[in-house]
């Protein structure tokens, strides 16, 4: 049966969803008004780096994010291309930023459950780490 209230709200926040993350000791907290509804799993080296694993990162437009704290934030250039913010007090990894883009990778791992969210694909698998296994939830992209 259809879900009348359900589809509204949905309708309403676009494809997205609205949750809540903060970093483990909560010097950065944040609110999404519109996040997209899947995780992109990235298994480049620098992503296993400063994750600690595999970098799992939702998605949405920074005029969408609304930080309630962010005295802990700090970024690190990891490449030409991207900047990384995490918690300088706590040592959380919480952003990924391509240089000039008007979005925010966010880590999935950040957000107040339930987050609502799938895999949606799993991305430079070529470069994973040789511990473990590439989970068969979604697409694997080699580079
Ligand atoms: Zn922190």
Redesign the pocket.
């Known amino acids: 049966m259809r879900d009348y209230l359900g589809d509204l709200a949905s309708d309403l926040l676009g494809a997205g969803v609205a949750l809540r993350g903060?970093?483990?000791?909560?010097?950065?907290a944040f609110e999404i008004a519109n996040a997209r509804d899947t995780v992109t799993c990235c298994h480049c080296s620098q992503c296993r780096r400063t994750s600690g694993h595999y970098w799992a990162s939702t998605r949405a437009d920074i005029a969408d994010v609304t930080f309630t704290r962010d005295d802990?934030l700090s970024w690190f250039q990891s490449s030409k291309d991207a900047r990384r913010g995490f918690?300088?007090?706590?040592?959380?990894s919480l952003f990924y930023q391509p240089v000039g883009a008007n979005h925010l990778g966010i880590a999935a791992g950040s957000l107040d459950l339930p987050t609502g969210m799938t895999a949606g694909k799993h991305i430079f698998t070529a470069d994973a780490g040789d511990y473990y296994t590439i989970p068969d939830d979604a697409p694997h992209i080699p580079d």
């Open positions: 903060r970093c483990e000791c909560g010097a950065v802990g918690c300088k007090n706590c040592g959380s």
